[in-house]
C-alpha cells in the first residue's frame, strides 16, 4: 500500500476529477536534456537524491530524514535496527539469509539432501526386495540340488522362482536408478540454492558498503560541493535499494557494482542545470518529509521537498506537462498534511503552494493552492477522503 495506489483506485480518482479540474497548462519548454539510456526510473530516483543533496548543500538547515534506501536495508536479511542509535548493522548469520533464500524460493530447495544413499521410503522398499531377491535366490538354490532327484518335479518351480528373482532384481535396480536421478536434481538444486544464499549475501553486505560510501560521498560534498563521480554513482545505487523497499526488485537481483556511463553523464547534466536560486528558503527546508500518522494510514507517503509554504514534486522526463497522475499526487499530499500536517513544519506554516520541477527542461512550475482548490467544496470532500483512507489503512 502507499498513497499512489491508494489514489489510483478508480473511485478515488473519478471523485478526485470531479472535485478537482485540472490547471491549464500551456507552457512549452525544451527539452534540453533528453535521456541517454532507457533506465528513465532509476535515473529519476537518483537525481531525487542529488537534488536533496545540493538543496541541503544550498540550505544548510534544511532537515532531513532517514533515507529511503537505509530504510530498504531493515527489509534485507542479516540486518538489525539499534533502537538507541537508530542505526541499522548487517551482522551475517546464514540461517537467517537460508530461510529468506527458502521462502522466497522454495522449487529451490531439494526435497531431501542428496547422498549415495536410498532414504525414508525408497529405502524401505529396496531393502524388502533385496530380501525378497535373497531368499528367492536360496530358495532357487535350494530347489537346484533337489532337481538332481526329481528333476521333473522340480522344473516349473525352479522356473518361477528364477522369474520371480529377475522381476524383484529388475524392480530393485529401477528404484535405484529413481533415486539416483532424483539424487541428482537434489544437487543440481542444492547447488543453485546455495549459489543464491552466496549471491544474497553478498547483495546484503555490498548494500551495507553502499550507504557508509554513499554518506561519505554526501558528507565531502557538503563540505567541498564538488558533485564527484563516486558521488552520482552512489545515487544510483541508493535508487536500486529504493527499488528493493517497494518489492520491485529482489535481493539477489540487485546490482550494486554496475552503472551505464550514459547514466552519469546525464545526471551530471541534470544537476548542473539546476538554478538554486529558486529553491531558497527562507524559514523552512524540509528534504523527503512525510504526513505523520497520515503517512501510514495509506501505507507509506513522502513528499519530495517542502520549501517554506510550497510543497515540491520533482519530475524527471522527456515532455514538460501536467498529467492527471501528478495533479492527483499533490492533491494527495494536500489531504494528508490535513490530517497530521507535515513532519518538522511548524503547525503555524501553511502550504499555500503546490510546484513541479521538470529536470530535463530545468523548469520550476508553481501553482498557487488557491487555483487549485476550492475551500468551500474542499471540506465536504475531506471528510469523505478521511473516511476512505480510514478504511484504506484497515485492509
Known amino acids: 500500500m502507499s498513497l499512489t495506489s491508494f489514489i489510483k483506485q478508480t473511485e478515488v480518482r473519478k471523485k478526485f476529477r470531479e472535485q478537482f479540474p485540472k490547471p491549464g497548462f500551456n507552457i512549452k519548454k525544451q527539452l534540453l536534456f533528453p535521456p541517454l539510456t532507457k533506465n528513465y526510473m532509476e535515473v529519476g530516483a537518483a537525481f531525487d537524491y542529488l537534488f536533496r543533496f545540493g538543496l541541503k548543500r544550498n540550505n544548510p538547515k534544511a532537515a532531513e530524514r532517514r533515507w529511503v534506501a537505509e530504510l530498504a536495508l531493515r527489509d534485507m536479511p542479516g540486518f538489525t535496527l539499534d533502537l538507541v542509535t537508530d542505526k541499522s548493522y548487517f551482522e551475517p548469520d546464514w540461517e537467517i539469509i537460508g530461510s529468506y533464500v527458502h521462502t ?36 532357487a538354490n535350494r530347489v537346484i540340488l533337489e532337481a538332481k532327484k526329481k528333476p521333473k518335479e522340480r522344473f516349473d518351480r525352479l522356473k518361477s522362482l528364477l522369474e520371480k528373482v529377475y522381476r524383484n532384481s529388475k524392480r530393485a535396480n529401477r528404484i535405484f536408478l529413481e533415486a539416483e536421478k532424483k539424487s541428482k536434481k537434489s544437487e543440481e538444486k542444492l547447488e ?151 513532519d ?45 483512507v480510514e478504511n484504506y489503512a484497515k485492509r
Open 192 to 342: 543453485r540454492f546455495k549459489s543464491l544464499v552466496g549471491k544474497v549475501y553478498q547483495n546484503c553486505e555490498r548494500a551495507n558498503r553502499v550507504i557508509l560510501e554513499a554518506k561519505s560521498s554526501y558528507s565531502h560534498f557538503l563540505k567541498s560541493g564538488r558533485l564527484t563521480k563516486h558521488l552520482i554513482k552512489s545515487a544510483i545505487f541508493l535508487a536500486r535499494l529504493d527499488g528493493k523497499l517497494w518489492g520491485s526488485v529482489p535481493v539477489e537481483k540487485l546490482d550494486l557494482d554496475n552503472v551505464d556511463e550514459k547514466d552519469i553523464t546525464d545526471l551530471r547534466n541534470l544537476i548542473k542545470a539546476v538554478n538554486w536560486d529558486d529553491f531558497k528558503a527562507k524559514k523552512n527546508c524540509l528534504l523527503n518529509p512525510t504526513f505523520g500518522e497520515a503517512s501510514r494510514l495509506v501505507g507509506g507517503a513522502d513528499a519530495d521537498v517542502v520549501i517554506d509554504d510550497t510543497l515540491i514534486e520533482i519530475k524527471t522526463t522527456k515532455k514538460c506537462e501536467l498529467k492527471r497522475d501528478y495533479f492527483n499526487q499533490l492533491i494527495g499530499y494536500y489531504c494528508l498534511y490535513c490530517i497530521d500536517g507535515v
Open 344 to 388: 518538522g513544519l511548524p503547525k503555524k506554516r501553511r502550504i499555500k503552494n503546490f510546484a513541479i520541477y521538470f529536470s530535463r527542461q530545468a523548469y520550476l512550475h508553481v501553482l498557487p493552492l488557491n487555483q487549485c482548490i476550492d475551500n468551500q467544496r474542499f471540506t465536504e470532500f475531506f471528510e469523505w477522503f478521511k473516511d476512505k
Open 104 to 139: 522466497r524460493h522454495p522449487q529451490l530447495f531439494p526435497s531431501y539432501l542428496p547422498g549415495p544413499e536410498l532414504t525414508g521410503e525408497r529405502f524401505e522398499r529396496v531393502r524388502t526386495l533385496v530380501g525378497k531377491v535373497c531368499r528367492d535366490s536360496e530358495k
